[in-house]
């Protein structure tokens, strides 16, 4: 086609364009002033009648603003019998005002989803199906992906038979251009670019747990989001209505970053929310980690279920007096045995229905017994009532109710239960181990935890059916780090169990691991069928950068398959820095500094990801904020965060600090790494001082990526030595130390640490190789001094090995060797380990002082 017949068709889709819009900002004025002044539930005169009739009250203000994205998307011309007809697909539904016809129809209802599946090679009935790129109003290209309008039907689909893939064929580049534009702080949705496998979910009819499975990127999140909207239409007669909707995010940070998505795609008063809100009024204190996953494992809810089951007294029959309960009541003496409230215990006991329920029973089959002498020979009624209620409040029935069958709240259940050692193995034999067991137990007056506030949810509901809030669906992200308690608690409040499931086995990162989603499933499905659909094409990350983190989710979840990018390869997208420990964090905030400088599209976002420790983030932001004061330009859109908080996130450039310190971060710490790689959507850059995890070190063999550096490669002048160790390793070490004492935090601990000794007259000396020593009467004790980085494990390790190297040096006997750090160790175990394996003990500098086991060695003759 000349560029003049493109001209001409862009016109003519403009001037579409223009009506669609002139239609629409009609709509939005005539459902402002029909809902701002007046509330819904008065009667509307007909002059202010909206232009779209059916659309229920609460989706009105959804035509208010479109967020920043364009209204129409596509042109389709169907061949409905002998009618041609022609309509577009957009963001909201438009009519004409004049006649009622539509002239857009909305994305997610059944016809436009009908025209977005077929194919080329199956086209329906589709003549036309023409794609418009649109930058809000204005028409800046087209692409038509089916055309039949002059071509036999039997020709078309013999060119283009084969053609399944709807992005090679249909979006091509508007799609690339789309998945290229930067990251700014908000998502947006994909209404102009959504695929068919995507859609095929996002519009999918099951009515009970659909699970989707995929790697990063593959825009799981977004169908969630896009899913709402699908059942929020009122075309797709799901009759759900916006507030029977809980979308559950599984942190705080994806709310923000996701929260532009609802207005653009028309959505209001449903209620997003990230999980930990569910439940988070309750929760102060912290878990060990092994008491968190007790808590949180499925056993629990047994466990709570005996604990509040137990609170029942049966063996408090035996105890009663002879006659159970004796009472003189109006002129009769009224008399309950043994053996009557032992049956009626039982029965109630063993009866459906909830504790309360359960409780309320058995009172009542009490009371039958007791009024037995009024009701012989006498029918029941109004005045059997009467004496039932005056029984009720008797202190006798009360009390002997009470005694047997208390009613304790669910706090007062679980501080119980926690804190007595003889409870806890009453509710748990069989069902935890002795160490499990003992992980939960505590002194009552600590504050509950993230834990407990789930297990209260639970208690809650066994004692009295009690669920917060009952939604008709919901949608839940990231499930893969659901715990199966939450699960529980989420599948309770939506009885129909029509519940969307968005997750990645590999980048699962909660105390439980899953290597498949069926205890998942079927939790949330309360033993129902579920459905596991998948995604598998990436739309975030370069395809180096996948292929660079793969091996970790190979490592962790072997069955799960990792996206295939769309991207096409991007060179240097992936790089790897290795620099000495004092470098580390100067090095990365610098490198993020110059991609923040590298880019003038205000929009583009680079993320430092540390590991998950407050005084990683501390320190990185200092030295972000000295490399800012150097290089101003754009470094503003630089954050640094925890690796903790970044799930869901994306960012165009991302550096990863210390990798194997996030991957030893406990046992999901591979998968929490696989999540911080993949996070970008241009360059992924890991600046590292220890060696990189197994998994990845054979990052280097990936084409195009930068190679890795020495770790140390240090100038320095050659020494005279008379040690045992090798002149080289001397020259080493002195390098070491001249380049260590370039670190003010080094320096700062080193002096601080000589004055300690000088003013308690242990007289410290300095060599070239040693950052302190002094002499005792049993021989020299060695003090290494560890600056920025130095809290961490591997960086111990290495200074423990440079301390037993500098040890060699000296010919003289070492009586002690002390590591000394700026702050307690990160990892709780590295201090012993280090002493165990090295013999060397740790201190660290605390407030004024210095801590660790063996700080009055350190510090006396
Ligand atoms: N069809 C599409 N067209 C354009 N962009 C898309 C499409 N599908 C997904 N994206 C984009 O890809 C990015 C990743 O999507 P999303 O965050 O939903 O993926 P995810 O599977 O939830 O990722 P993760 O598991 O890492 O959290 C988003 O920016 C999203 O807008």
Request: glycine share 6%; proline share 7%; charged share 25%.
């Amino acid at each position: 086609m000349s560029s003049v017949d493109r001209k001409a068709v862009i016109a003519t889709e403009q001037a579409a364009v223009n009506r669609a819009y002139a239609y629409w900002e009609r709509s939005r004025s005539a459902n402002k002033a029909l809902t701002k002044p007046r509330p819904w539930n008065q009667d509307c005169p007909e002059s202010s009648t909206p232009f779209i009739p059916d659309t229920p009250p609460e989706l009105l203000n959804a035509y208010d603003d479109l967020g920043g994205q364009n209204l129409v998307v596509l042109r389709v011309d169907i061949k409905e019998t002998s009618r041609k007809e022609t309509f577009y697909i957009g963001r909201r539904s438009v009519k004409n005002p004049a006649n009622g016809n539509r002239v857009v129809i909305s994305w997610s209802s059944p016809l436009a989803i009908r025209c977005r599946q077929a194919s080329a090679s199956q086209p329906g009935n589709v003549l036309l199906r023409r794609i418009l790129q649109c930058k809000e109003r204005r028409v800046l290209d087209y692409r038509d992906d089916i055309d039949r309008r002059s071509v036999p039907l039997q020709e078309t689909e013999r060119k283009q038979s084969g053609d399944s893939s709807f992005s090679a064929s249909v979006l091509g580049n508007f799609l690339l251009e789309e998945i290229n534009r930067g990251r700014g702080e908000r998502m947006r949705d994909i209404v102009a670019t959504i695929e068919r496998d995507q859609l095929r979910l996002v519009a999918s009819e099951y009515k009970g747990v659909l699970i989707i499975q995929g790697g990063p990127g593959t825009g799981k999140t977004a169908v969630g989001l896009h899913r709402v909207a699908w059942l929020l239409d009122p075309e797709n007669k799901t009759s759900i209505k916006p507030s029977e909707i809980l979308v559950v995010l599984p942190h705080r940070g994806l709310l923000d970053y996701v929260s532009a998505i609802p207005q653009q795609l028309g959505i209001s008063d449903v209620s997003i929310k990230a999980l930990d809100q569910l439940w988070a009024d309750e929760a102060a204190g912290s878990d060990d980690e092994l008491a968190r996953r007790v808590k949180s494992d499925e056993r629990m809810a047994q466990v709570l279920r005996r604990a509040l089951e137990n609170t029942v007294r049966f063996h408090a029959v035996d105890k009663l007096p002879n006659s159970a309960l004796r009472i003189s009541h109006l002129d009769r003496t009224l008399r309950l045995s043994h053996q009557d409230v032992r049956t009626v215990l039982h029965q109630a006991f063993n009866s459906p229905g909830s504790f309360k329920a359960r409780r309320a029973k058995a009172i009542d089959l009490l009371l039958d017994r007791l009024i037995t002498p009024y009701v012989t020979g006498r029918g029941r009624g109004r005045s059997d009532s009467d004496i039932r209620t005056s029984l009720r409040k008797n202190k006798a029935f009360r009390t002997l109710v009470n005694r047997l069958w208390p009613e304790p709240s669910a706090p007062q259940t679980l501080r119980r239960l926690y804190s007595s050692r003889g409870f806890l193995t009453q509710s748990s034999s069989g069902l935890l181990t002795k160490e499990e067991r003992e992980s939960l137990f505590r002194e009552p007056h600590l504050p509950l935890t993230p834990e407990d506030a789930v297990c209260l949810d639970e208690l809650r509901y066994l004692i009295d059916g009690d669920v917060p809030r009952r939604y008709r669906h919901l949608v839940i992200d990231e499930a893969q780090d659901l715990t199966p308690m939450q699960a529980r608690a989420l599948a309770r409040r939506c009885p129909s169990r029509s519940i969307t499931v968005l997750g990645d086995l590999a980048q699962a990162t909660g105390p439980h691991l899953y290597q498949s989603w069926d205890q998942i499933a079927r939790i949330l499905a309360s033993g129902e069928k579920w459905i596991l659909g998948e995604l598998k094409t990436g739309y975030r990350v370069p395809r180096e950068v996948i292929d660079f983190a793969a091996p970790l989710a190979k490592a962790t979840a072997p069955k799960v398959s990792v996206p295939e990018s769309l991207r096409p390869p991007v060179k240097d997208s992936v790089t790897t820095s290795a620099v000495a420990p004092w470098r580390l964090l100067e090095e990365a905030a610098a490198k993020a500094v110059a991609l923040a400088g590298s880019t003038d599209d205000a929009s583009r976002s680079v993320a430092l990801v540390v590991p998950d420790d407050p005084e990683w983030t501390e320190e990185t932001e200092q030295r972000l904020k000295a490399a800012r004061s150097t290089t101003p330009r754009r470094t503003e859109m630089v954050r640094v965060l925890p690796v903790s908080r970044i799930k869901g996130m994306e960012f165009d450039h991302v550096v990863v600090v210390e990798p194997t310190v996030i991957a030893d971060g406990g046992p999901a710490g591979l998968n929490q790494l696989y999540v911080a790689l993949t996070r970008c959507t241009q360059t992924l850059t890991v600046v590292h001082a220890a060696p990189l995890p197994r998994e990845l070190s054979s990052a280097s063999d990936i084409p195009g990526m930068a190679p890795a550096c020495d770790r140390r490669p240090l100038p320095g002048p050659p020494v005279e030595s008379s040690s045992r160790a090798s002149d080289e390793l001397c020259q080493r070490l002195i390098n070491e130390v001249s380049v260590d004492r370039q670190d003010p935090l080094h320096e700062s601990l080193r002096t601080g640490l000589t004055a300690h000794l000088a003013q308690a007259g242990l007289r410290p000396e300095d060599s070239p190789v040693a950052d302190i020593f002094r002499r005792t009467p049993d021989g020299l004790v060695l003090y290494e001094v560890l600056g920025s980085g130095g809290r961490v494990y591997l960086h111990m390790r290495d200074g423990a090995v440079r301390l037993l190297e500098v040890a060699e040096t000296f010919q003289e006997k070492i009586h002690r060797k002390f590591l000394v750090l700026a702050g307690e160790p990160v990892e709780p175990w590295a201090a012993a380990s280090i002493a165990s394996v090295f013999g060397i003990s740790v201190i660290w500098k605390r407030g004024d002082g210095w801590a660790g086991h063996d700080r009055d060695l350190a510090l006396r003759e």
